[in-house]
Nanobody, 112 residues
Framework: QVQLVESGGGLVQPGGSLRLSCAAS????????MGWFRQAPGKEHEFVAA????????SYADSVKGRFTISRDNAKTAVSLQMNSLKPEDTAVYYC?????WGKGTLVTVSS
């Protein structure tokens, strides 16, 4: 059974940084591309970033490009999302994704 467990969310001031982590288990981690999605209050689920199986290719939503960085450690079966220059509009529950599997999410609140 695949499990994805996010951590690292919290309250941060505008302009600040947070690093989200997702620990994966139950599947051959290096066989899967990984992604981060988010859902803000009253808004639809949206793509944030993705990384290829080997980590050599990444993609980002235009809204986070240049501010967020996705990375993975296949030895530790973990994927991370470094978020810099955070804005209030980044406030959302952030979800880790692997194929059809989803974590339960971690809340990020950007507010002064």
């Amino acid at each position: 059974q695949v499990q994805l467990v996010e951590s690292g969310g919290g309250l941060v001031q505008p302009g600040g940084s947070l690093r989200l982590s997702c620990a994966a288990s139950g599947h051959i981690f290096s066989n899967y591309a990984m992604g981060w999605f988010r859902q803000a209050p009253g808004k639809e689920h949206e793509f944030v970033a993705a990384i290829s199986r080997s980590g050599d290719m990444t993609s980002y939503a235009d809204s986070v490009k240049g501010r967020f960085t996705i990375s993975r450690d296949n030895a530790k079966t973990a994927v991370s999302l470094q978020m810099n220059s955070l804005k209030p509009e980044d406030t959302a529950v952030y979800y880790c994704n692997s194929g059809s599997e989803w974590g339960k999410g971690t809340l990020v609140t950007v507010s002064s």
